[in-house]
Nanobody, 124 residues
Framework: QVQLVESGGGLVQAGGSLRLSCAAS????????MVWFRQAPGKEREFVAAIAWSTGSTYYGDSVKGRFTISRANAKNTVYLQMNSLNAEDTAVYYC?????????????????WGQGTQVTVSS
């Protein structure tokens, strides 16, 4: 059974940092792209960052460039999202997703697997 399990969310003050984790299990993800999305109340799910598991290539949404860093730990089958300089607009449920192949389009239907999400709340 394939599972993506997010953790690390919580409440943080503006300007603070959090690190999210996405633990993947149930299959080999070496040919997959791993992506973080987020969804704020009343808004559509938004692309945040992506990493190609095999090459480590990364890509970021404009709203998080320079503040967030995506990485992976092969031995732990885990993807991380380091979030710095958080602000109230970063408040959302953050989801981890996996899609086959080396691309990471913003359309949600591309992705084969999703986690249950972890809440991030930034207080101003």
């Amino acid at each position: 059974q394939v599972q993506l399990v997010e953790s690390g969310g919580g409440l943080v003050q503006a300007g603070g940092s959090l690190r999210l984790s996405c633990a993947a299990s149930g299959r080999t993800f070496s040919s997959y792209a791993m992506v973080w999305f987020r969804q704020a109340p009343g808004k559509e799910r938004e692309f945040v960052a992506a990493i190609a598991w095999s090459t480590g290539s990364t890509y970021y949404g404009d709203s998080v460039k320079g503040r967030f860093t995506i990485s992976r730990a092969n031995a732990k089958n885990t993807v991380y999202l380091q979030m710095n300089s958080l602000n109230a607009e970063d408040t959302a449920v953050y989801y981890c997703a996996a899609g086959a192949g080396g691309s990471y389009p913003p359309n949600l239907s591309w992705y084969d697997y999703w986690g249950q999400g972890t809440q991030v709340t930034v207080s101003s």
